[in-house]
């Protein structure tokens, strides 16, 4: 059974800086597209980025341009998404989720972790 | 960005119901659609992909179907764990998109 387990979330100020990381296991983890998606405290769901395998592309939500980047450690099957100039509309849980290929595309979510918290404010 | 846009918001149904929910592409996409899930507290979780394709492990009462631009996600015989949220996300193109959610509850 593929696990995503999510780390990293916490209680932040505006303008500061966060990790988070997601440890994947039970699958061939550096052969897969992976994700980040997020949810505001009772909204819906807002893509926040993508990462193709071996990194070759990055894709990213408008709302988070420039101020965050995911990365991945194939060897250590572990994704990142590195988050700075946090701001208070970046409150949200960020789910780590697995996508599949699909006529040769990858951007739909077959599994995802629990989600970390990430709170912003003064 | 492709909007999609969810209708209804919310709807009350009983055990045994059928309830449609309905997803507007603002722009064709194609069969790129898929269904997700989500209950209170919870990861959502994949229902349908392709407009129409049941992920492995869910069961038929779920059915999806439409194209371009308009998509319907059916629920026959509603059962007490089928009341969740349920959105709809498009896959044709980056910025990738849900639909803003339609929360099923008991009626």
């Known amino acids: 059974e593929v696990q995503l387990l999510e780390s990293g979330g916490s209680l932040v100020q505006p303008g500061e800086s966060l990790r988070l990381s997601c440890a994947a296991s039970?699958?061939?983890?550096?052969?897969?597209?992976m994700a980040w998606v997020r949810q505001a405290p009772g909204r819906g769901l807002e893509w926040v980025s993508t990462?193709?395998?071996?990194?070759?592309?990055?894709f990213y939500a408008d709302s988070v341009k420039g101020r965050f980047t995911i990365s991945r450690d194939d060897s250590r099957s572990t994704l990142y998404l590195q988050m700075n100039s946090l701001r208070a509309e970046d409150t949200a849980v960020y789910y780590c989720?697995?996508?599949?290929?699909?006529?040769?595309?990858?951007?739909?979510?077959?599994?995802w972790g629990r989600g970390t918290p990430v709170t912003v404010s003064s | 960005d492709i909007q999609m846009t969810q209708s209804p918001s919310s709807v009350s149904a009983s055990v045994g119901d059928t309830v449609t929910i309905t997803c507007r592409a603002a722009?064709?996409?194609?069969?790129?659609l898929a269904w997700y899930q989500q209950k209170p507290g919870k990861a959502p979780n994949l229902l349908i992909y392709?407009?129409?394709t049941l992920q492995s492990g869910v069961p038929p009462r779920f059915s999806g179907s439409g194209s371009g631009t308009d998509f319907t996600l059916t629920i026959s015989s509603l059962l007490p764990e089928d009341f969740a949220t349920y959105y709809c996300?498009?896959?044709?193109?980056?910025?990738?998109?849900f639909g803003g959610g339609t929360m099923v509850d008991i009626k």
């Open positions: 989720a697995k996508t599949f290929k699909l006529r040769g595309t990858a951007r739909n979510f077959d599994h």
């Open positions: 039970k699958f061939a983890f550096s052969s897969y597209v």
């Open positions: 990462i193709t395998e071996t990194s070759g592309d990055r």
């Open positions: 722009q064709d996409i194609g069969s790129w």
């Open positions: 392709d407009v129409s």
């Open positions: 996300q498009q896959s044709k193109s980056f910025p990738l998109t």
